[in-house]
């Protein structure tokens, strides 16, 4: 009968002091006189919206258009491993689901559907890249 009645109060000790330890963690949690410090992104280009990141042309060849739109004039076109810089996306609700598209900026500027290239951040990822396609 007295090994119960340890082992009952054994328990119970145990049991105030994981419910103390529950409360001190909750309590300290919820002090109002933590320093917050703002969040603030880095700038980086896609930030900046300078530009988003070099792309490869994946396709054999692909038009560039003169608007983000499936009927808009051709400006040009584009071999597979061609290396384009991207400056903005936008995605388009059409017919047969949303189509994403990139506009891009220096030699030959247009509109490309996304899916008939590859994007990377660095101009030097897309050069390996390029050139990989290329051999």
């Not at 145990?14 to 909750?26: E, G, N, Q, R, V």
């Not at 070099?54 to 808009?72: C, K, L, M, Q, R």
Request: some cysteine.
């Amino acid at each position: 009968m007295r090994i119960t009645f340890k082992r009952s109060v054994g328990q119970l000790i145990c049991f105030k002091c994981s419910l103390f330890l529950l409360l001190l963690l909750i309590l300290s949690s919820c002090t109002s006189n933590k320093e917050e410090s703002p969040v603030i992104p880095p700038v980086t280009s896609p930030l900046t919206r300078d530009y988003i990141g070099y792309g490869v042309i994946t396709a054999s060849f692909t038009h560039i258009n003169e608007d983000p739109s499936e009927a808009s004039s051709s400006l040009g076109y584009l071999r597979r491993g061609s290396l384009v810089r991207i400056v903005r996306r936008q995605v388009l609700n059409a017919q047969d689901g949303f189509t994403s598209w990139v506009l891009t900026d220096g030699e030959q500027q247009g509109w490309l559907k996304e899916d008939v290239i590859d994007i990377y951040t660095s101009q030097r990822q897309a050069m390996t890249a390029s050139e990989s396609m290329l051999k």
